[in-house]
């Protein structure tokens, strides 16, 4: 079965503190891919990362970087001196067997307080 | 406008009535997704399109929950009978191909069953 958890259901956290947002994830495929998203209080969903099963070079963009480690399964995130505009709801998600959908997490509440 | 757009953003109804909801996907996008949200929680997929083709429709809770994109651009959602438990926002969102590729999400529609 595929699962994503991501085990913090809220963090929060004073601007311009660091902050790891934790993604493990469990699948029998070779080939997938993972995914964040952040969804801001307006709502909408908005794409951060894609990144495939082959490529575990961690990637940093700005002040967001993302650590891949298929030996723990995990897909984590973490935003360097955060901002209170960081505060959203972020979710990790995993395309399924045969790519047709994504499974998401529960997502994460991540309080930046000023 | 360059996004994908959902109509109506809200909706009321009373237990029992049809509901028809809209997504119009980014042009050219050719996979077109429906999930539900329930507060607190990560989207939960319903279906999936590549164009006109229903390739996926697992997530569908009942057989009260009908969704079609008939020339492969615009789908819509259909609920018929709306129970309580039908009470969530729906996303739609679309990419270029298939749920390995980004998505791009709409901004809801949420939708209140009394």
Known sequence: AQKVTQAQTEISVVEKEDVTLDCVYETRDTTYYLFWYKQPPSGELVFLIRRNSFDEQNEISGRYSWNFQKSTSSFNFTITASQVVDSAVYFCALSNTGGFKNIFGAGTRLFVKA | ?114
């Open chain 2, 1 to 114: 406008g360059a996004g994908v757009s959902q109509s109506p953003r809200y909706k009321v109804a009373k237990r029992g009535q049809d509901v028809a909801l809209r997504c119009d996907p980014i042009s050219g996008h050719v996979s077109l997704f429906w999930y539900q949200q329930a507060l607190g929680q990560g989207p939960e997929f319903l279906t999936y399109f590549q164009n006109e083709a229903q390739l996926d429709k697992s997530g569908l809770p009942s057989d009260r929950f009908f969704a079609e994109r008939p020339e492969g651009s615009v789908s819509t959602l259909k609920i018929q009978r709306t129970q309580q438990e039908d009470s969530a926002v729906y996303l739609c969102a679309s990419s270029i191909s298939g749920g390995n590729y980004e998505q791009y999400f709409g901004p809801g529609t949420r939708l209140t069953v009394t």
